[in-house]
């Protein structure tokens, strides 16, 4: 006998057609899981690259504040140091310039307490009289109403 025609001693699932289409299929199916692996591994990177340049921002941040509040102290100190050391020579350079010197002997007044009596409450002390610039003016206040 002769042999069969091969294409009788194959199912038809297992053509020659059926099985390029099967292996054609699955390559397609293996790069399209690739290409979305690919992407997937893409996004993550530049979700990762982003994170670290914000973490990488906020520490420079916390860096730079840090050192402006070390400025700002060291100003301060500086300011201080400026207004107890270097005002007083350009003060004194001054005054020598306007002719006024230290004094060469310094003279002490210690006052005594009162007495008793001057610590009188002051509903019991008559009325001060008027200064002479006021007991003038109210003479004049007096000759422009008329009155002798």
């Known amino acids: 006998m002769d042999r069969p025609i ?3 001693n194959r199912p038809l699932w297992r053509s020659a057609p059926a099985l390029e289409t099967a292996s054609s299929v699955r390559w397609q199916t293996w ?12 996004v993550g990177w530049l979700h990762l690259e982003q994170k670290a340049t914000i973490t990488a921002a906020r520490a420079e941040i916390r860096a730079l504040e840090q050192r402006q509040i070390e400025l700002e ?3 301060r100190e500086l300011q ?12 004194m ?3 020598e310039a306007l002719g006024l ?3 060469e002997r310094i003279v002490t007044l210690s006052v005594s307490p009162l007495p008793a009596a ?5 509903s019991q002390t008559q009325p001060a009289a008027a200064p002479p610039a ?3 003016m109210s003479r004049v206040q007096d000759w422009l109403r008329g009155s002798p």
């Open 101 to 103: 010197r230290p004094p």
């Open 118 to 122: 001057a610590t009188a409450p002051a």
């Open 80 to 91: 201080a140091l400026l207004a107890t050391q270097g005002a007083i020579e350009p003060m």
């Open 6 to 8: 091969g294409i009788i």
């Open 31 to 42: 790069i399209g899981l690739l290409v979305a692996l690919f992407l997937l591994a893409l």
């Open 93 to 95: 350079r001054r005054a």
């Open 134 to 136: 006021l007991a003038w």
């Open 73 to 75: 102290r060291e100003t």
